[in-house]
């Protein structure tokens, strides 16, 4: 090869590692962007994990004894995701939170 066709070679070559490089630079700065406006992020940071429900037996019900919710759903959020996550649960009927223009996590 060449002394000037190598130097075209590797003149391509760096200028083809530069876009790479930027193009992943810009690309870790988007994949931060999106963490942090991210759902988990915002609950994590709020230390509360708002979920919507409705009654579905035997997902998510009131019992009628207790009139506490219950369910397979709340078992998995309550024990599970909000525990290993750090933070408390607040729940709320999609009606309500839906009327009064709330929001919910999940």
């Not at 988990?40 to 509360?48: D, G, S, V």
């Not at 309550?78 to 009606?95: C, E, F, P, Y």
Request: overall charge positive.
């Amino acid at each position: 090869m060449s002394k000037r066709k190598l130097a075209i070679f590797l003149s391509m070559l760096l200028m083809a590692a530069g876009c790479v490089g930027s193009v992943m630079a810009q690309g870790n700065n988007v994949v931060a962007e999106l963490v942090a406006a991210s759902t988990l992020t915002k609950a994590t940071k709020a230390k509360e994990l708002r979920v919507g429900w409705a009654s579905w037996f035997p997902f998510m019900y009131r019992d009628p004894k207790t009139e506490k919710l219950t369910g397979f759903s709340v078992d998995l959020y309550d024990d599970h995701l909000a525990k290993d996550m750090g933070v408390k649960t607040s729940n709320g009927a999609w009606r309500s939170m839906c009327n009064a223009g709330g929001s919910v996590d999940g």
